[in-house]
């Protein structure tokens, strides 16, 4: 039974920055995607960034790409995402996923699939 447990966010500035991080637990395969997802009060949840742990597949959304930087430590089996000039608008609560029915693909999360295996959360907001 895979777990998946998110540290990082809080409050912001716009401008700013904040790191977030998805430690996994429980997972057999050797590589798979850790996906973020984020939503917001009213809003449909968005596949936002994913990375396989291997580094053989990587996919940011069109909202954040250039700002988010997705990277893995296979060692740790830790994911991060760093989100740099954050706006107002990436304020959401943010969750880790993945699903081991995708392989280590990142397409699922590109085209927002149910996953099997979420973190809890963490709220993300940028404010000033």
Sequence with gaps: QAQLVESG?????????????CAASGVTADD???????????KEREGVSCISVRNTSMYY????????????????STV???MNSLKPEDTAVYYCATDLRYGSSCYAVAL????DYW???TLVTVSS
């Design 61 to 76: 959304a069109d909202s954040v790409k250039g700002r988010f930087t997705i990277s893995s430590d296979y060692a740790k």
């Design 112 to 115: 927002n699939y149910g996953m």
């Design 9 to 21: 966010g809080g409050l912001v500035e716009p401008g700013g920055s904040l790191s977030l991080s």
């Design 32 to 42: 798979y995607f850790i996906g973020w997802f984020r939503q917001a009060p009213g």
């Design 80 to 82: 991060y995402l760093q």
């Design 119 to 121: 973190g809890k959360g």
